[in-house]
């Protein structure tokens, strides 16, 4: 029997100061309609009355899934893929820089398909990747040459054994999220860093889909982040914000989903000026970003 999980509190600060804000569709596997909640007090958005974490896995079985499938089918994922090759160097040259190392002990949660995983590997980490989904990892063996392990292991591994911790797109799908914010900063060397990449509803490409907006993605989406709900969570587990990066191209990508959902197919010439339009915005504001890589010390 699926169990439900509606929030009376806010998952992050726990305040009842909580109203809805919107209802949004599934687009990808059940085309159910979910409930989007709101925090007054830190801003932070949920997704009312998800599955547990024992009834969520049918949500995640669709061949349109790119992270557990690595289709190219449709020219949206066939253009994801595209630049998936010049983002995977970019989020590599990220984290060589900030981590101040070329080669170290990388945790890199929610592998999905292992493409992250199995470039820092090629490059000299060593690479510990878990991803929940089987199927995703067969396919990372088979694509790219790496072995990842089963994400239930993550409360098991040993504390302070990494120099970098990735979450790529991950947090937002956590249903454990305080317990995973809390085991996180004991995972970490004391120097080490970690880089959570999350989609952020205060993005003008957010306000111009509203409902339709693709990374609400419900019910896999169980938390909507804005930079102050995140800063919230990171500082209440003792750790601290140092900075926030743009993720350029998910505007573009988003955007193209967006305008499908919302109109049955997508108009690309108006889905690119509406990635182009919220760059803009996010140029003088990073935190007005599509998506905002936060990048987290001890």
């Known amino acids: 029997m699926k169990e439900l999980i509606h929030y009376t509190h806010c998952p992050v600060c726990g305040s009842a100061d909580i109203v809805n804000i919107l209802a949004a569709k599934d687009h990808t596997v059940s085309g159910e309609t979910f409930k989007v909640a709101g925090c007054n007090a830190c801003s932070f958005h949920f997704t009312q009355d998800v599955p547990d974490a024992a009834s969520i896995s049918p949500y995640y079985k ?5 992270s557990h499938t690595n289709t190219s ?3 949206i994922n066939s253009l994801y893929q595209s630049v998936r090759k010049r983002t995977l160097k970019q989020k590599r040259k990220l984290i060589e820089r900030v ?3 070329t080669k170290g002990n990388l945790l890199d949660v929610g592998s999905g398909t292992g493409a992250f995983a199995g470039e820092m590997k090629k490059n000299g980490w060593s690479v510990t990747g878990l991803e929940p989904d089987e199927d995703a990892r067969n396919v990372a063996k088979q694509s790219f040459g790496v072995d990842l392990s089963d994400i239930r292991g993550f409360y098991e591994l040993p504390n302070e054994t990494f120099d970098a911790i990735t979450l790529w797109h991950v947090l937002e799908h956590v249903h454990d999220l ?10 970490l060397k ?17 306000s111009v889909y509203k409902e339709y907006w693709a990374a609400y993605d419900v019910p896999r989406h169980l938390y909507h982040f804005s930079p102050q709900s995140m ?11 140092l900075q926030y990066k743009p993720m350029w191209y998910d505007s573009f990508y988003v955007s193209m989903l ?9 108009n690309l010439v108006a889905a690119f000026f509406n990635g182009l339009l919220s760059n803009f915005g996010a140029s003088a504001d990073v935190k007005r970003c599509s998506s905002v890589i936060y990048i987290i010390g001890k």
């Open 231 to 241: 800063k919230v969570l990171i500082e209440k587990h003792g750790m601290k914000l």
């Open 258 to 266: 967006s305008s499908k959902y919302k109109n049955g197919k997508t």
């Open 73 to 75: 089918k449709g020219l």
């Open 178 to 187: 305080q317990g995973y914010m809390a085991k996180l900063q004991l995972l």
């Open 190 to 206: 004391d120097n080490g860093k970690i880089f959570i990449a999350v989609p952020n509803y205060t993005s003008k490409d957010a």
């Open 62 to 66: 669709s061949e349109n899934y790119i």
């Open 99 to 101: 981590a101040g190392i």
